[in-house]
């Protein structure tokens, strides 16, 4: 790997991880050391394992050790090595203090710097109270008077973390895959889809074959959903999913299914001016026109007459399947013409003249 100077950044494998350290392989005789405590989390585990790779920034020799380190903080933090992290773009830690003129004062071990309020979180709307009391990764973007005024940013840090991110997920973020997520938002033009960290839009119109017009209908914060992806553009950070494309299409069997002249139960899903659109089966709808409603009636305000989700039966006049579309007319139900089969058949002749009602009174 040849001489380090401080502050060079590195990428190794971790060849293993002690209670205290952590080492990497250098490719060299000597091993690079880690402490451990910069990456444990808040059970005290490890977030790295052997065989992974890690980026670190050299900080120099120690005791024959040559030493990493992912930020500078604590008693590492004096101003010689900010000096350093600023001239070598190395994350610093810090903890926000408080509030004054125009952003905040974040104690970085025993040094004191500004943050502006507009450096503070990444697309964020908390208060600026949020931040207050918080230990968070900084990058130094001016240091002047010898440390005496340092100026950082937490949301350059935060913005390298996304871009990262946006790449690791490249390969998994592409059209056609299948992927699992989870609903964190509802809004009436869809819901917003946690994937790996990444926020898709399920849009309405994907979520189901059948029509929705009200997406807490059929989807609530938290659910787990499984859909494909439609779109990708990871540079403009807008990826689109459908669950709908996981399920059967029922026009690629409408022909066989449906036979021109039979009859079938439906229900209305629209009233329109012209017609009523009738779902045979979820994601199928056929059209009956107005002019099959009509009969003597010219003037038939169709909105009065029928109501959405009101049963109906009709027949098909024709099908579609291209242009996805079926003509419907309205019809008696085959239990009316059971019934009226069986009425016929048990009629009885009084003679010259047949009362119907006689015969029903029979029954």
Same mark, same amino acid.
């Given at each position: 790997?040849?001489?380090?100077?401080?502050?060079?950044?590195?990428?190794? #494998?971790?060849?293993?991880?002690?209670?205290?350290?952590? !080492?990497?392989?250098?490719?060299?005789?000597?091993?690079?050391?880690?402490?451990? /405590?910069?990456?444990?989390?808040?059970?005290?585990?490890?977030?790295?394992?052997?065989?992974?790779?890690?980026?670190?920034?050299?900080?120099?020799?120690?005791?024959?050790?040559?030493?990493?380190?992912?930020?500078?903080? $604590?008693?590492?933090?004096?101003?010689?090595?900010?000096?350093?992290? +600023?001239?070598?773009?190395?994350? *610093? #830690?810090?903890?926000?203090?408080?509030?004054?003129?125009?952003?905040?004062?974040?104690?970085?071990?025993?040094?004191?710097? !500004?943050?502006?309020?507009?450096?503070?979180?990444?697309?964020?709307?908390?208060?600026?109270?949020?931040?207050?009391?918080?230990?968070?990764?900084?990058?130094?973007?001016?240091?002047? #008077?010898?440390?005496?005024?340092?100026?950082?940013?937490?949301?350059?840090?935060? %913005? #390298?973390?996304? @871009?990262?991110?946006?790449?690791?997920?490249?390969?998994?973020?592409?059209?056609?895959?299948?992927?699992?997520?989870?609903?964190?938002?509802?809004? @009436?033009?869809?819901?917003?889809? &946690?994937? &790996?960290?990444?926020?898709?839009?399920?849009?309405? =119109?994907?979520? =189901?074959?059948?029509?929705?017009?009200?997406?807490? /209908?059929?989807?609530?914060?938290?659910?787990?959903?499984?859909?494909?992806?439609?779109?990708?553009?990871?540079?403009?950070? @807008?990826?689109?999913?459908?669950?709908?494309?996981?399920?059967?299409?029922? +026009?690629?069997?409408?022909?066989?299914?449906?036979? *021109?002249?039979?009859?079938?139960?439906?229900?209305?899903?629209?009233?329109?001016?012209? $017609?009523?659109?009738?779902?045979?089966?979820?994601?199928?709808?056929?059209?009956?026109?107005?002019?099959?409603?009509? $009969?003597?009636?010219?003037?038939?305000?169709?909105?009065?007459?029928?109501?959405?989700?009101?049963?109906?039966?009709?027949?098909?006049?024709?099908?579609?399947?291209?242009?996805?579309?079926? /003509?419907? @007319?309205?019809?008696?139900?085959?239990?009316? &013409?059971?019934?009226?089969?069986?009425?016929? %058949?048990?009629?009885?002749?009084?003679?010259?003249?047949?009362?119907?009602?006689?015969?029903?009174?029979?029954?």
């Amino acid at each position: 790997m040849g001489m380090l100077q401080n502050g060079q950044e590195i990428e190794a #494998e971790v060849v293993a991880v002690t209670n205290d350290c952590i !080492f990497l392989d250098l490719n060299e005789k000597s091993e690079g050391v880690l402490d451990r /405590s910069e990456l444990n989390d808040e059970n005290g585990e490890c977030s790295v394992q052997p065989g992974q790779k890690l980026r670190a920034y050299f900080i120099g020799e120690r005791k024959g050790e040559m030493r990493f380190t992912t930020k500078i903080s $604590g008693e590492a933090a004096g101003k010689d090595m900010l000096e350093n992290a +600023w001239k070598n773009g190395i994350p *610093v #830690e810090g903890r926000v203090e408080k509030e004054i003129k125009g952003g905040y004062e974040v104690k970085i071990g025993s040094v004191r710097a !500004f943050c502006p309020y507009s450096q503070m979180g990444f697309r964020q709307k908390e208060e600026a109270s949020y931040f207050l009391g918080q230990t968070l990764i900084f990058k130094i973007q001016e240091y002047k #008077e010898n440390g005496k005024n340092i100026l950082i940013s937490n949301r350059v840090i935060l %913005e #390298e973390k996304h @871009k990262t991110q946006l790449k690791d997920l490249e390969q998994k973020l592409k059209v056609g895959a299948t992927v699992n997520g989870k609903v964190v938002s509802l809004q @009436k033009y869809g819901a917003f889809v &946690d994937v &790996d960290g990444f926020q898709a839009l399920l849009p309405i =119109s994907e979520i =189901s074959r059948q029509r929705i017009d009200d997406v807490a /209908s059929v989807l609530q914060v938290g659910q787990e959903i499984t859909a494909v992806i439609i779109k990708a553009d990871l540079e403009n950070e @807008k990826v689109s999913l459908s669950m709908k494309s996981l399920q059967a299409d029922p +026009w690629n069997t409408v022909i066989e299914k449906y036979k *021109v002249d039979s009859k079938y139960r439906g229900s209305i899903a629209r009233v329109t001016d012209y $017609g009523l659109f009738v779902t045979l089966e979820p994601g199928l709808d056929g059209l009956v026109h107005i002019s099959e409603l009509q $009969g003597e009636n010219r003037n038939l305000n169709l909105r009065v007459k029928f109501k959405v989700g009101q049963a109906i039966d009709v027949s098909v006049k024709a099908i579609d399947a291209e242009n996805r579309r079926i /003509s419907l @007319k309205p019809t008696s139900s085959n239990e009316q &013409d059971n019934a009226a089969q069986k009425y016929m %058949e048990n009629q009885v002749d009084d003679g010259d003249t047949y009362n119907p009602f006689a015969a029903l009174l029979k029954k």
